[in-house]
């Protein structure tokens, strides 16, 4: 393990030069071509959503990431469906973005053991269902920046993991002993996965609030930082990741190494969740998620 590291800058107070010592101790990944070329299209005026269709097609594991989130509990509407166009069409532009950044991010992990990627996916995808709903049901946020966030927010472990020998080692030890993973981070190593997480987003064309989100996510004052500093829609992206994570990790009886209940309880305190809504929600989400 890595001896404690009295020099870890907080995440709140980056500067061009802490930026550039995290850039140079981590191995974040150059964003690959079909993602540019998909961004770029997706930011004209008027899409051309048949040459988006055929890049996609042309590529198995895209196709098929589109087919499942397009089948998913949180876009499902009737019947299954199995065309590519037909997919884009249901999921909007946002969500295909979406999709293409996740399957590169999920390709450009080869070097990871491929248990703890079919693991860390899976997760983060039921997560990001559960976010999505959430904010269907209420709260003013956009279901698919919700869904957008909850994917992404925790990028930085596996690269994390892909850089540190003992980091798998470092989480084990969290989930034997119920550490946050983030205190732990902070004890051990010169970087934080909301810090990489964020400095990600920024090379990858994610929006600039999912990116605020994922930065701020496990600083312990998020839901008291005045405005100046994270935006109302960010904290409220971190509220309801924070609420989706522990329902999922209670429900699933996982041990929590992400949330805690602190802030498990201030996110419900900011959005205004009673216990009973809160179970009736529950309910809801598991139902839909088997």
């Known amino acids: 393990?890595?001896?404690?590291?009295?020099?870890?800058f907080h995440p709140r107070e980056l500067s061009d030069q802490d930026i550039e010592s995290v850039v140079n101790t981590?191995?974040?990944?150059?964003?690959?071509?079909?993602?540019?070329?998909?961004l770029k299209e997706s930011q004209r005026e008027s899409p051309d959503i048949q040459k988006i269709s055929k890049w996609i097609s042309s590529d198995v594991s895209l196709a098929a990431a589109t087919l499942k989130l397009a089948n998913s509990p949180l876009f499902r509407a009737g019947v299954a469906i199995s065309n590519i166009r037909t997919a884009l069409e249901r999921l909007g532009m946002r969500n295909?973005?979406?999709v293409v950044i996740a399957a590169a991010l999920r390709n450009s992990m080869h070097k990871i053991a491929p248990s703890f990627i079919e693991e860390f996916w899976d997760r983060t995808a039921a997560l990001a269902t559960a976010a999505g709903m959430i904010a269907k049901r209420?709260?003013?946020?956009?279901?698919?920046?919700a869904y957008t966030y909850a994917l992404f927010h925790?990028?930085?472990?596996?690269?994390?993991?892909?850089?540190?020998?003992?980091?798998?080692?470092?989480?084990n030890r969290c989930r034997e002993t119920g550490q946050l993973l983030y205190t732990a981070?902070?004890?051990?190593?010169?970087?934080t996965h909301p810090v990489i997480g964020y400095l990600l987003t920024r090379g990858w064309g994610l929006p600039a609030v999912v990116g605020q989100a994922i930065r701020f996510h496990h600083d312990?004052?998020?839901?008291?930082?005045?405005?100046?500093?994270?935006?109302?829609?960010a904290t409220s992206l971190v509220a309801i990741a924070h609420i989706a994570e522990y329902i999922i990790n209670t429900s699933e009886s996982h041990v929590d190494v992400e949330v805690g209940d602190e802030m498990y309880q201030r996110a419900l305190v900011h959005f205004g969740v009673d216990v009973e809504d809160l179970e009736q929600f529950r309910?809801?989400?598991?139902?839909?998620?088997?």
């Open 154 to 171: 925790d990028i930085g472990i596996p690269l994390m993991m892909k850089r540190f020998s003992d980091y798998e080692q470092l989480l």
């Open 26 to 38: 981590i191995d974040i990944p150059a964003c690959p071509t079909i993602v540019t070329e998909v």
């Open 1 to 8: 393990m890595h001896s404690i590291n009295q020099g870890t």
């Open 220 to 233: 312990p004052e998020v839901y008291d930082l005045p405005e100046t500093i994270i935006s109302s829609g």
């Open 283 to 290: 309910e809801d989400l598991l139902a839909a998620m088997r």
């Open 185 to 191: 981070e902070n004890d051990f190593y010169p970087c």
């Open 96 to 98: 295909v973005v979406c």
């Open 138 to 145: 209420q709260y003013g946020v956009s279901p698919d920046i």
